[in-house]
């Protein structure tokens, strides 16, 4: 059954943590119709139940869209719908000082935009009401003190050049879903460090920038020691014309355009580098994996659970992809305002793997990647 939009819902999740707090948070999510951000009377009476709440520290909305439409569209729509929200909050005698808001756009989805009730249900804002009531420090606790799943740490590194020269360069830390958390900006000598506190068993994204560089990307999780977040060394390779560099950690959901949250934050990076420099016209190369051991392309129908044009053999639907993801990649940086004469799209199918006879995962994913090819690049000069 086709659901055109959905009621509001409301639930309310509490935490205990046995010291001398107990945490709450009370959340609620409102959804809209397409292409409208005004809340209907019972989304309001929703809000309006929250606006009750006291002893709260914050309140965090996040706005959401389906897939339909292009990312300049969805993101002022998300914006209209988490300003909607936050100006009935505040009618209602809400502070706007602690209330943070973010409009992730199409971004980050909450369903997979598999079919109309998974688009209704991306159509929404999330709130989250956060605070803490302290409770009787003399109260006897006996039970055992659970682990705390976050933990400070320090992060440092040194970058440097291809020719071991150190570089000045700016880091940024992204969460999962491409938020930044902290930036830091490399000393003369190319090292850099900070302190902050990240979730156990997530991971993170660390990128690296300096204007006349090709960016770099570090994916860190603490609790994985083959990810990493101490005793960096990066290499930041100069631009150059003619080269080619792999995106690094840009990754797509299985089988489609569509990019995993992690990676908008290299994008975001490659988006500052083609706005500094001017002249730099690239080229955006998609790859695909499919290695040779695998059955004659031409004659295997391509199958998945996710989009595939009909009658498409694998053959054509790897062209068709690599095309399709160089393609997102364009579109992500015109949307964003770098001019569209200033790039263009190829995909090459399976035609140029990394390793043509893959075997690990590693390796495969390495074959799926996106390059980018500087065509043409005049270096600033300084009079």
């Given amino acids: 059954m086709q659901i055109k939009y959905l009621n509001s819902v409301l639930f309310l999740k509490i935490i205990f943590v046995f010291s001398v707090k107990v945490l709450f948070s009370q959340n ?20 309006d139940s929250l606006i009750k709440i006291k002893d709260f520290e914050k309140i965090i909305l996040k706005g959401h869209c389906d897939n339909l439409g292009n990312h300049t569209l969805n993101d002022e729509l998300s914006t209209n719908r988490v300003n ?18 973010k409009a992730l756009g199409k971004r980050i989805p909450l369903n997979k935009n598999l ?31 659970p682990a705390t799943d976050e933990v400070e740490i320090i992060i440092n590194g040194i970058i440097s050049n291809e020719n071991k020269k150190p570089l000045i360069a700016e ?3 992204n969460d999962k879903n491409g938020n930044e958390i902290k930036t830091a900006t490399s000393s003369k000598d190319g090292k850099y460090t900070f302190k902050t506190i990240l979730k156990k068993n997530e991971d993170y994204a660390l990128t690296y920038y300096n204007d006349s560089s090709f960016i770099s990307s570090k994916i860190i999780n603490i609790s994985n020691s083959r990810l990493p977040y101490k005793n960096l060394k990066t290499i930041l390779l100069k631009l150059k014309e003619g080269n080619k560099y792999i995106l690094e950690n840009l990754n797509f959901e299985g089988d489609t355009s569509q990019l995993v949250a992690l990676s908008i934050s290299p994008l975001n990076d490659l988006y500052k580098l083609m706005n500094k420099n001017k002249s730099l016209i690239i080229k955006i190369e998609g ?5 040779n051991s695998w059955p004659n392309p031409k004659f295997e129908k391509r199958v998945s659970e996710k989009y595939v044009p009909k009658g498409m053999n694998s053959y054509e639907f790897n062209q068709w992809l690599s095309d399709e993801r160089a393609k997102m990649i364009y579109n992500y940086l015109v949307e964003k305002g770098i001019n569209a004469n200033r790039m263009t799209t190829v995909g090459y199918g399976a035609k140029h793997m990394l390793y043509p006879d ?5 390796e495969m994913a390495k074959n799926r990647r996106v390059e980018i090819n500087i065509v043409s690049y005049k270096r600033k000069t300084i009079n």
Avoid at 28 to 47: C, E, G, P
Avoid at 126 to 145: A, D, P, Q, R, Y
Avoid at 358 to 362: G, R, S
């Fill in 28 to 47: 609620a999510t409102v959804y809209f119709k397409t292409n409208d951000y005004s809340l209907d009377k019972k989304s309001i009476q929703v809000i």
């Fill in 84 to 101: 909607t929200v936050k100006t009935q909050l505040i009618l209602g005698g809400i502070n706007n000082e602690v209330i943070e808001t």
């Fill in 115 to 145: 079919n109309e009730n998974d688009r209704a249900l991306n159509r929404c804002v999330e709130i989250e009401f956060k605070f803490k009531t302290k409770i009787n420090e003399s109260e006897t606790i006996l039970t055992k003190l």
């Fill in 171 to 173: 880091i940024s830390l």
């Fill in 287 to 291: 790859h695909v994996n499919y290695p």
């Fill in 358 to 362: 893959a075997t690990t995962e590693n």
